[in-house]
């Protein structure tokens, strides 16, 4: 089977300003993860992007928890802050519209069961309206992943139901493992498989584990992704377990 390729840098966030420009088309679609690592790398990203002069661009995003557009875990919300100024059409994966919305979004720390399955169904609604918006766009250029340390990306984790879905591109889905209890909202692998482009960012000696396995094993979420035009983007810490 083909390996993943990767790249080693200094200067990740820098590369993955400039890998990114380079593999966006015109009008093309740019989908962003979310998680501590892309704090990091919104800025090169923003200042690659500006050097477009002007050329439309879409970007959206990978995944998503199920909070409100103005809590701290919100993906979206370091995105758009980190990305602000720039002259892009924004896709945030969630858009409240009533009243019961923003209460189902707000409770989301111990919600008793029928929250639970209120939550779940709103997830699944998000879910289905991104994917209708997303088919607006062509074409789908590039998409940023992480790399988890037990091998998920996106928010398509270990043993979650989200991993055998072949027939829509975007799903509500969970952590079976409850490491990450928030409900999630993520594009399937079908989705992101379908992107012209992928790159996979992994920084941090605490990474170099799964790193390895991601290179030279199997049976990880992430080995479902075609290997075909994706990048592995790594600084030397993350790459610390591979023999170069």
Known sequence: MTQFHYEIAEDVPGLFGTRINEHLTQEGLLLLSGGHTIMELLGPLKESLSSRNGEPLAIGQVDERLVPADDERSNWLHIANGLEGLDYVTLPMIQCHTPTEKQLLADCDSPDA???????????????????????YQPWSVVHLGLGSDGHTASLFPDSEA????????????????????????????????????????????????????????????????????????????ASGLTT
């Open 114 to 136: 029928a929250t639970r399955d209120a939550r779940t169904a709103l997830a699944k609604g998000y879910a289905k309206r991104y994917e209708f918006l997303l088919s607006e």
């Open 163 to 238: 991993l055998g879905n072949c027939h829509t591109l975007v799903t509500a889905n969970r952590d079976p493992s409850n490491t990450n209890p928030i409900e999630r909202i993520t594009l399937t692998f079908p989705a992101l498989n379908r992107f012209a482009f992928r790159i996979i960012v992994a920084t941090g000696p605490e990474k170099a584990a799964i790193v390895e396995r991601t290179i030279n094993g199997d049976g990880l979420p992430i080995h479902s992704l075609d290997r075909t035009n994706t990048l592995l983007l790594l600084d030397p810490a993350a």
